[in-house]
């Protein structure tokens, strides 16, 4: 067993990337639907670069990620945040402190990206 797999809240975090992941993966369909099926977010996906996510489209992914999670975000994570993954940290921190040891987590997640 690898560490994150002995760490509690392993599976907590997975969910939320998988969500996260299926916010994004919406989000691009709907902007690109001609690449809807081939589309295939990941983790480490730059936000500008690989999906192509210009600033509305990213304020639109705040949007939806606030709503999907029940949270609420700065704008100032999308300054901070180049991938995913550091939209994924930002998400799981900001549901409190017990969230910090998932946003720990996030940074070492493999996942089947979907």
């Given amino acids: 067993m690898t560490h994150s797999e002995n760490t509690p809240g ?3 975090t997975s969910e939320s990337a998988n969500r996260l992941l299926a916010v994004v993966k919406t989000l691009a369909a709907e902007l690109r639907p001609s690449q809807a099926e081939t ?8 936000l500008d670069r690989d999906l192509g996510f210009d600033s509305l489209a990213q ?3 705040l949007v939806r990620i606030e709503q999907a999670f029940g949270i609420s975000l ?4 999308l300054v901070a945040s180049d991938t995913v993954r550091d939209l994924l940290r930002a998400t799981l921190s900001a549901g409190g402190k017990k969230q910090i040891l998932f946003a720990k987590e996030a940074a070492s997640i493999k996942l089947d990206e979907l």
């Fill in 74 to 77: 700065s704008e100032q994570v």
């Fill in 59 to 61: 304020m639109e992914l």
């Fill in 10 to 12: 392993t599976d907590k």
């Fill in 39 to 46: 589309f295939k977010p990941a983790l480490d996906s730059s």
